[in-house]
């Protein structure tokens, strides 16, 4: 007998005590992320991540120093817009934590930078070596004209 998965949607819409605070806490969150949003210019909402608000203080989280600063500079002004809404009212100071490794967009493999050498090239390169009169150069360059594209 093959046991199906159950829809997450019975689990996030049942009535249980345990899920309850968490979905609360998150839409909470989720709201102030929005009223952040708005507060910010677009490019520096991004790198930003909602973490908790405990004891009146936000914490963010910053993918990188150079926004972590940026995002500094704003907290006064953040906190003045709070106070215009009931949801952040209550926040009176805002901790920012950097983590490099929180990253908000899409990672891209890691491609190595590599300049290919045509074959045309590497021929054209082969001519002048000829008149090089120093042997180490003269070797270094015929080195890399064996890289060419074939």
Same mark, same amino acid.
């Given at each position: 007998?093959? *046991?199906?998965?159950?829809? /997450?949607?019975? #689990?996030?819409?049942?009535?249980?005590? &345990?899920?309850?605070?968490? !979905?609360?806490?998150?839409?909470?969150?989720?709201?102030?992320?929005?009223?952040?949003?708005?507060?910010?210019?677009?490019?520096?909402?991004?790198?930003?991540?909602?973490?908790?608000?405990?004891?009146?203080?936000?914490?963010?989280?910053?993918?990188?120093?150079?926004?972590?600063?940026?995002?500094?500079? *704003?907290?006064?002004?953040? /906190?003045?817009? #709070?106070?215009?809404?009931?949801?952040? &009212?209550?926040?009176?100071? !805002?901790?920012?934590?950097?983590?490099?490794?929180?990253?908000?967009?899409?990672?891209?493999?890691?491609?190595?930078?590599?300049?290919?050498?045509?074959?045309?090239?590497?021929?054209?390169?082969?001519?002048?070596?000829?008149?090089?009169?120093?042997?180490?150069?003269?070797?270094?360059?015929?080195?890399?004209?064996?890289?060419?594209?074939?």
């Amino acid at each position: 007998m093959k *046991k199906h998965p159950a829809p /997450i949607a019975k #689990f996030l819409s049942g009535n249980t005590q &345990k899920l309850a605070p968490l !979905i609360s806490e998150a839409k909470r969150l989720t709201q102030i992320k929005i009223i952040l949003n708005q507060a910010l210019d677009h490019e520096l909402a991004k790198h930003i991540q909602v973490s908790r608000l405990e004891h009146n203080q936000l914490r963010l989280i910053v993918d990188s120093p150079a926004w972590a600063t940026r995002l500094r500079y *704003k907290q006064t002004e953040i /906190i003045n817009r #709070f106070q215009n809404y009931a949801i952040t &009212k209550i926040i009176t100071s !805002i901790h920012i934590k950097i983590n490099p490794e929180t990253t908000f967009q899409p990672k891209t493999k890691n491609k190595k930078n590599t300049i290919s050498l045509s074959a045309e090239s590497a021929h054209q390169m082969l001519d002048e070596i000829e008149a090089i009169s120093d042997s180490g150069l003269k070797d270094a360059l015929i080195r890399i004209t064996r890289h060419a594209k074939k």
